[in-house]
């Protein structure tokens, strides 16, 4: 049995943007979307891992991409070897202290009106999409109905990898204790036997990377390496 319960976004606060969701505005879903981006103007807002990620896959299919960051430096909060292979890519640009103002179009998303909140003139450009990676917080994941069955943190995202303790046994709750199978970098193992978490990386890793690393996960855990830096990062920097 696969369960994918997802999670339920931070949306991003422009008038007019839910009225183009899916008709150019897109919350994650740069894998899916990349191909039909082939030859378009493409937007990703976010400063994080995951908005790294996803602008660099946007880049081999989309005629230009642009990320949209608030605040001084991507470095700030996104992982070096990212920020060196974006500095790297001739059609991947940076906008610093921008954030979106509004957007236009009908039915399909078609421009957007950029605003420099260090005090320039809004800029007004023509948009094929808008990819809104803003990290997870204030995300809710919907894991409410395994409370009593699984080991989640403070924000309900389900313990795995990483975050999961060495120590076995039974919590005095009546879960089980978080803790991971072994200690192989692979392992996405889940806090209850028999459970696995896993997902794929939504970008490139860097080389010397020998596991994979997931950016987004089909069962909304939170020790994916990826989503996990992504979600301490994005703290840092609001």
């Known amino acids: 049995m696969v369960l994918a319960s997802g999670v339920s976004y931070r949306r991003l606060d422009v008038p007019g943007l839910d009225r183009l969701s899916g008709a150019g505005v897109f919350y994650g879903a740069a894998v899916a979307e990349a191909a039909a981006m082939a030859g378009q103007e493409v937007f990703v807002v976010g400063a994080g891992n995951s908005a790294g990620q996803a602008a660099l896959h946007l880049a081999r299919h989309a005629a230009h991409v642009t990320i949209l960051a608030r605040g001084q430096s991507l470095a700030v909060s996104m992982s070096d070897y990212l920020v060196k292979e974006i ?73 795995t990898g990483r975050d999961l303790p060495r120590t076995p046994g039974p919590r005095t709750d009546g879960r089980w204790a978080a803790y991971r199978c072994c200690w192989n970098r692979a392992c996405q193992g889940c806090s209850r036997p028999a459970t696995c978490a ?18 987004s996960s089909s069962t909304s855990t939170s020790a994916n390496s990826d989503t996990a830096l992504d979600r301490e990062e994005l703290d840092r920097e609001e």
């Open 198 to 215: 896993t997902g794929r990386s939504s970008g490139s890793r860097p080389p010397s990377a020998t596991a994979p690393s997931p950016s």
């Open 87 to 159: 500095g790297h890519t001739a059609n991947l640009t940076v906008r610093l202290h921008t954030q979106v103002a509004a957007v236009h179009g009908a039915g399909q998303l078609e421009g957007l009106t950029l605003q420099d909140i260090s005090g320039g003139p809004p800029a007004e450009v023509p948009a094929a999409a808008l990819f809104i990676l803003i990290g997870l917080i204030g995300a809710q994941p919907h894991t409410d109905w395994l409370a009593d069955t699984l080991t989640r943190d403070d924000r309900g995202f389900v313990l």
